[in-house]
């Protein structure tokens, strides 16, 4: 069965704060995708990688960092969270190719205050 | 850049009616998938449409892709509350668009009066 797994499901950090995002998926999936939830404004891709140590800006990346050491983890960073931040975020993977879904991590709901 | 616009944005509906969501994108696209996320849930891949003028059936789910790969639809016949949730369409651009990359949809939130 496969999966995609995020570190946390709730997190409350304090504004200035280095948050750490975890991912990672044992699907051996080329693209690894970041994306933030918020009501009204559906999925908002941040940051993407489509290999090892590549990395894409998505669509508001502003804020945030992402690291691809290995295949399988990808890493989002807020490098001094704001309250702005408050949201859901989402990792997903994918494989290279036009049929390909994405799978979805159960998701991460970040709380800055 | 590229968009894909889904439409309505939320849809209340009495159990047994229909439901339908629309995506329209800027550019053509060489295939369009369909997600659901049940309220506290993550999204779901349902199905996937590549063909012009694709149709395809999952029981009370009919999916449409359209002739110019530019649209698509997601109509549900008889609304059951086990329907609840927002659906997302999400399109990969023809010949262009990063590697893997999808564009979503903002989404349509349903919500079903038993």
């Known amino acids: 069965d496969v999966k995609v797994t995020q570190s946390s499901r709730y997190l409350v950090k304090r504004t200035g704060e280095k948050v750490f995002l975890e991912c990672v998926q044992d699907?051996?999936?080329?693209?690894m995708f970041w994306y933030r939830q918020d009501p009204g404004l559906g999925l908002r891709l941040i940051y993407f990688s489509y290999d090892v140590k590549m990395k894409e800006k998505g669509d508001i990346p502003e804020g945030y960092s992402v690291s691809r050491e290995k295949k399988e983890r990808f890493s989002l960073i807020l490098e001094s969270a704001s309250t702005n931040q408050t949201s859901m975020y989402l990792c997903?993977?994918?494989?290279?190719?036009?049929?390909?879904?994405?799978?979805f991590g159960q998701g991460t709901r970040l709380t800055v205050v | 850049g590229q968009q894909v616009m889904q439409i309505p944005q939320y849809q209340h509906v009495q159990e047994g009616e229909d439901f339908t969501t629309y995506c329209n994108s800027s550019?053509?696209?060489?295939?369009i998938q369909w997600y659901k996320q049940r309220p506290g849930g993550h999204p779901v891949f349902l199905i996937q449409l590549v063909k012009s003028g694709e149709v395809k059936k999952q029981k009370r789910l009919t999916f449409q892709f359209g002739e110019a790969k530019k649209n698509s639809s997601l109509h549900i016949t008889a609304t059951q509350t086990t329907d609840v949730g927002t659906y997302f369409c999400?399109?990969?651009?023809?010949?262009?668009?990063?590697?893997?990359?999808?564009?979503f949809g903002k989404g349509t939130k349903l919500s079903v009066k038993p």
């Open positions: 999400a399109g990969k651009p023809l010949g262009g668009g990063s590697q893997g990359n999808l564009i």
């Open positions: 997903a993977s994918r494989p290279t190719g036009q049929a390909y879904e994405a799978f």
């Open positions: 550019t053509t696209l060489s295939n």
């Open positions: 699907m051996d999936h080329e693209n």
